[in-house]
């Protein structure tokens, strides 16, 4: 079974700018999750999707955004950049029902200059 | 509210020697816990697991095993090798609610030949 995959893998935008990053969780996993990491912060939930319907939600501000395609597919947008939106987001996708593993796909890394 | 707290690193090792990370967790009713390794440049990866008290959760020569009693799942293994240096992170989940996965800050690892 192929594993998470995230497009792009590098990104560098400049402040004031918007990004779209893309997650393709594994084949018959409905629940998406997005995460950023930084060196300060650590892995910080930003939210869960799952049947292209938010689930849960972590604290960040109104520019981050996501939805959820009918594939499963997901999308987390970030409008407005700045620099502390520097980091690795990382996409994980769930088997529902599961015992709440989840299964990372590689990640982004987003530079905003 | 839910929380993980595991060791500071970085820890570093030499070969061949014995491997102990703490982590202690906080948490309502009854959460799954978990360990994910990050190695460099990639996504996190799934570990080892326990979803209940006194389960032993075991992969690839490392243990770990949820302690209800002093709310712990400190991760253990025998004999490290060159190969296991990589960033350690301790998790939450409840599988209940959608998937929402809390992070201890990661413990990176450095065995030495």
């Known amino acids: 079974k192929a594993g998470v995959t995230q497009t792009p893998r590098y990104l560098i935008k400049t402040r004031g700018q918007q990004v779209t990053l893309s997650c393709s969780p594994i084949?018959?996993?409905?629940?998406v999750s997005w995460y950023q990491q930084t060196p300060g912060q650590g892995l910080q939930f930003l939210f869960e999707?799952?049947?292209?319907?938010?689930?849960n939600k972590g604290n960040f501000p109104g520019r981050f955004s996501g939805r959820q395609f009918s594939n499963s597919r997901s999308e987390m947008n970030v409008s407005t950049l700045e620099l502390g939106d520097s980091a690795l987001y990382l996409c994980?996708?769930?088997?529902?029902?599961?015992?709440?593993?989840?299964?990372f796909g590689p990640g982004t890394r987003l530079t905003v200059t | 509210g839910n929380s993980v707290t595991q060791m500071e690193g970085p820890v570093t090792l030499s070969e061949e020697a014995f491997l102990t990370i703490n982590c202690t967790y906080t948490?309502?009713?009854?959460?799954?816990l978990f360990w994910y390794v990050q190695y460099p440049g990639e996504g996190l990866q799934l570990l080892l697991k326990?979803?209940?008290?006194?389960d032993k959760g075991s992969n690839k020569g490392f243990e770990a095993t949820y302690r209800k009693e002093t709310t712990s799942f400190h991760l253990e293994k025998g004999s490290v090798q060159v190969s296991d240096s990589a960033v350690y992170f301790c998790?939450?989940?409840?599988?209940?609610?959608?998937?929402?996965?809390?992070f201890g800050a990661g413990t990176r690892l450095f065995v030495k030949a």
């Open positions: 326990a979803t209940k008290a006194d």
């Open positions: 084949s018959g996993h409905r629940s």
């Open positions: 948490a309502t009713g009854y959460p799954s």
């Open positions: 998790a939450l989940s409840r599988a209940t609610g959608g998937f929402k996965t809390i």
């Open positions: 994980a996708s769930s088997l529902e029902g599961g015992l709440g593993e989840q299964y």
């Open positions: 999707y799952f049947s292209e319907t938010q689930r």
